[in-house]
C-alpha cells in the first residue's frame, strides 16, 4: 500500500528498557507481522518486482534482458533482505505504540479474513488480465458511485492512502534517479536537483495511476467483505492504534522500496555501460 535506527538511538533503548520488555515488544511485533501477511505480501512484492525487471531491460537496457540481468534483479529483490529491511523498520516504527489493540484487531475473525482477502488480491494481479479487470471494474463502480465505492473511499481517506502512496512512489523514482546518475549513464548536468525537478513533473501522471490502482486493488479484495465488516475496519484505521499502524507500515515498506529502486539504477547503470562498450 506503504529505516533501522542509528546506533544512538539503539544503545539509549538498550540501556533504558528492561531486557524482558524488550523480548515481549519483539514477540507482540512479530505475531502482528505475522497476523498481517507481510511474510506472504513480501513475497508477492518480490514477484512484482522481477516482473518490472523484465519491463526495466525492455524499456532501458540496449540488448534487452539476460540472465546476467535477471539474476540481478533476483538479487536486489532478495526477499530474505526485503523481510528482514522492513520487520526492523516496522518494529521500531511502532516502538511504544498499542501493539496490543492491534493484535486483537487482526486476529479476530474479521482482521484474518481481511488480511487473507488483501493477500489473495494481491496476489491475483501479478496476471495482467486479472489486474486491467479490476481496473475497469472500479471505474465503473466510481463513475456509478456505488455504495461499495463510497465504503472504500471512506477507508482510502481514514488511511490516507492516495498521498502516501504518492509520497512514496515519488521518492522511490528520485531515488532510481540517483542510482542512474551515481552509475554515470546520465547525460551531462543531470544533478540530484534536476532530477527532483524531473520527479515532480511526474507528479500528476503519478497520482493517477496511484489513484487507479489502489480503489482497483480493494474493491477487488474487499469485494466478499460484508459491509459490516468493512465499516469494523474503518473504525479501526480511525483510531490512534490503527493510524500509528499506518504510518508504521508506510514508514518500513517505504525504506525498503527506496533502497531497492537505487539499487536498480545503480544495476541499470552498469548493464548499459556494459552492453554499450
Do not use: C
Not at 501493539?99 to 484474518?112: K, P, Q, R, V
Not at 463513475?143 to 482510502?156: A, C, G, I, N, S
Not at 531497492?260 to 555501460?273: H, Q, V
Amino acid at each position: 500500500m506503504l529505516r533501522l535506527a542509528a546506533p544512538f538511538a539503539l544503545a539509549l533503548t538498550l540501556a533504558t528498557s528492561p531486557l524482558a520488555a524488550q523480548d515481549a515488544d519483539a514477540a507482540k511485533v512479530d505475531t502482528l507481522f505475522e497476523a498481517l501477511g507481510m511474510p506472504e505480501m513480501i513475497q508477492i512484492m518480490r514477484e512484482e518486482g522481477l516482473a518490472y525487471g523484465q519491463t526495466l531491460a525492455t524499456d532501458m537496457l540496449p540488448g534487452g534482458g539476460s540472465a546476467q540481468w535477471d539474476l540481478a534483479v533476483s538479487a536486489i529483490y532478495d526477499p530474505q533482505m526485503m523481510l528482514e529491511e522492513v520487520r526492523g523498520a516496522f518494529g521500531e516504527a511502532l516502538e511504544g505504540d498499542d501493539i496490543d489493540a492491534m493484535i486483537d484487531f487482526f486476529t479476530s475473525e474479521t482482521g484474518t479474513t481481511i488480511i487473507d482477502l488483501e493477500v489473495s488480491a494481491r496476489r491475483a494481479m501479478l496476471d495482467e488480465a486479472v489486474e486491467e479487470a479490476s481496473k475497469e471494474n472500479a471505474a465503473i463502480a466510481m463513475m456509478d458511485d456505488t455504495p461499495r465505492y463510497q465504503l472504500v473511499q471512506e477507508f482510502v481517506t481514514a488511511n490516507d492512502l492516495i498521498e502516501a502512496n504518492v509520497v512514496g512512489s515519488m521518492n522511490s523514482s528520485y531515488a532510481f534517479y540517483l542510482g542512474l546518475i551515481d552509475g554515470g549513464v546520465m547525460p551531462a548536468g543531470m544533478t540530484a536537483e534536476t532530477a527532483l525537478q524531473d520527479v515532480w513533473a511526474q507528479e500528476p501522471d503519478i497520482r493517477r495511476d496511484t489513484t487507479e490502482w489502489v480503489y482497483s486493488f480493494l474493491l477487488m479484495a474487499y469485494q466478499p467483505l460484508p459491509d459490516a465488516d468493512l465499516d469494523a475496519y474503518i473504525a479501526f484505521s480511525q483510531t490512534e492504534a490503527g493510524q500509528d499502524l499506518t504510518s508504521a507500515l508506510f514508514l518500513s515498506f517505504n525504506g525498503m522500496f527506496d533502497d531497492i529502486s537505487r539499487a536498480l539504477g545503480l544495476a541499470a547503470s552498469r548493464f548499459m555501460t556494459t552492453q554499450e562498450l
